[in-house]
């Protein structure tokens, strides 16, 4: 079984940072402590969810493939090949984790619903289903 999967930024992964971040200032807001305190933990939580918000829209990885029992994944144009050794399937979620077959480093993939089309999600869910990860 091969696929191909062309990856898009997840709004729904958008929505649930902005929410969860939104929340959290909301939080912090209603704690009696002076304003220097409240600065500093406004930014423990702006900080990490801008860091989170650019990686998402400048993803590294564009591209997932599946051939010849070998995974791949595609950044800035060059294919790279990578081993599977951890993959949790829910209905709306994939998280793939990786290693770099070159460089041994790696790679974590969030793949939601919609960050591709709705039969290459279902695609890789049966192929994770049908072919588990060795590790």
């Given at each position: 079984m091969a696929i191909e999967i062309v990856l898009r930024p997840s709004r729904r992964l958008a929505l649930y940072l902005l929410l969860v971040t939104l929340l959290a200032l909301y939080a912090i807001a209603r704690i009696p402590l002076a304003s220097p305190y409240l600065f500093f933990l406004a930014l423990t939580v702006l900080l990490p969810a801008y860091y989170?918000?650019?990686?998402?829209?400048?993803?590294s990885i564009s591209r997932l493939s599946y051939r010849h029992e070998q995974w791949a994944i595609e950044r800035?144009?060059?294919?790279?090949?990578?081993e599977l050794?951890?993959?949790t399937v829910w209905q709306f979620l994939v998280a793939?984790?990786?290693?770099?077959?070159?460089?041994g480093k790696k790679k974590r993939l969030l793949v939601l619903s919609?960050?591709?089309?709705?039969?290459e999600f279902?695609?890789?869910?049966?192929?994770?289903?049908?072919?588990p990860v060795l590790v």
């Open positions: 989170q918000w650019q990686t998402m829209q400048h993803r800035g144009g060059e294919p790279e090949p990578v050794y951890q993959a793939l984790n990786f290693r770099s077959s070159v460089s919609d960050s591709c089309g709705g039969d279902r695609q890789l869910k049966v192929l994770l289903r049908h072919f």
